[in-house]
């Protein structure tokens, strides 16, 4: 079943550049949100195999040496600049933290994702009966912070259960220094459109 999860998610990464769509696993309606629904969620294969590969996608993995190891890079789109390693990783990386291979960069996002994941359902606990959407804020988080997302009007609209507002919102922001970039442009369209998976 994890294989096949993880089939879907690289279909949708696919289908993303190609514009094509992936059916997903329909909310469950009706269903309380609770501590367990949340941790469930946090431990679903389809929502972290779908923000993998949009993370994955988007974020690369950069910096790689002659011999193969990931190492840090100072990310200087970010304001204020911030070190950056591998798929994204932006806490605990500082200019002097270890190389890794390609494999454990993969893991350490697997890893990153499932503990933004629990951040967000606690700011956002309905996010744990919509799969598709949780992967996509999960992703917009990865790039744009907890905390960004702790204070927007997405976090907002979802908590009021505005979907179609929400949808407009995740589509945001899509400019660095104040500059759109083509690249964060389609990657909140990509977020959009897997968010609109889970309406």
């Given at each position: 079943?994890?294989t096949d999860a993880s089939?879907?998610?690289?279909?949708?990464?696919?289908?993303?550049?190609?514009?094509?769509?992936?059916?997903?696993?329909?909310?469950?309606?009706?269903?309380?949100?609770?501590?367990?629904?949340?941790?469930?969620?946090?431990?679903?294969?389809?929502?972290?195999?779908?923000?993998?590969?949009?993370?994955?996608?988007?974020?690369?993995?950069?910096?790689?040496?002659?011999?193969?190891?990931?190492?840090?890079?100072?990310?200087?789109?970010?304001?204020?600049?911030?070190?950056?390693?591998?798929?994204?990783?932006?806490?605990?990386?500082?200019?002097?933290?270890?190389?890794?291979?390609?494999?454990?960069?993969?893991?350490?996002?697997?890893?990153?994702?499932?503990?933004?994941?629990?951040?967000?359902?606690?700011?956002?606990?309905?996010?744990?009966?919509?799969?598709?959407?949780?992967?996509?804020?999960?992703?917009?988080?990865?790039?744009?912070?907890?905390?960004?997302?702790?204070?927007?009007?997405?976090?907002?609209?979802?908590?009021?259960?505005?979907?179609?507002e929400a949808n407009e919102?995740?589509?945001?922001?899509?400019?660095?220094?104040?500059?759109?970039?083509?690249?964060?442009?389609?990657?909140?369209?990509?977020?959009?459109?897997?968010?609109?998976?889970?309406?």
């Amino acid at each position: 079943m994890a294989t096949d999860a993880s089939s879907a998610a690289r279909s949708f990464a696919a289908g993303i550049a190609s514009e094509a769509g992936l059916p997903l696993a329909p909310a469950v309606p009706g269903q309380a949100v609770t501590a367990a629904t949340a941790a469930a969620a946090a431990g679903s294969a389809d929502w972290r195999d779908l923000a993998v590969a949009i993370v994955a996608l988007f974020e690369g993995c950069a910096e790689r040496g002659h011999d193969g190891l990931i190492r840090p890079y100072l990310d200087r789109y970010a304001k204020p600049n911030v070190w950056t390693r591998g798929y994204g990783r932006t806490y605990g990386i500082a200019s002097d933290s270890p190389a890794q291979t390609v494999d454990q960069c993969k893991a350490e996002l697997r890893v990153g994702l499932d503990a933004y994941a629990l951040k967000i359902l606690k700011l956002a606990p309905i996010l744990a009966q919509r799969p598709a959407c949780l992967a996509a804020v999960v992703s917009w988080s990865w790039n744009c912070g907890v905390g960004a997302f702790q204070h927007s009007r997405l976090r907002a609209a979802i908590n009021q259960g505005h979907w179609p507002e929400a949808n407009e919102f995740i589509r945001k922001p899509r400019t660095a220094g104040g500059v759109e970039l083509r690249g964060l442009a389609r990657r909140r369209d990509a977020e959009a459109a897997l968010f609109a998976k889970g309406l």
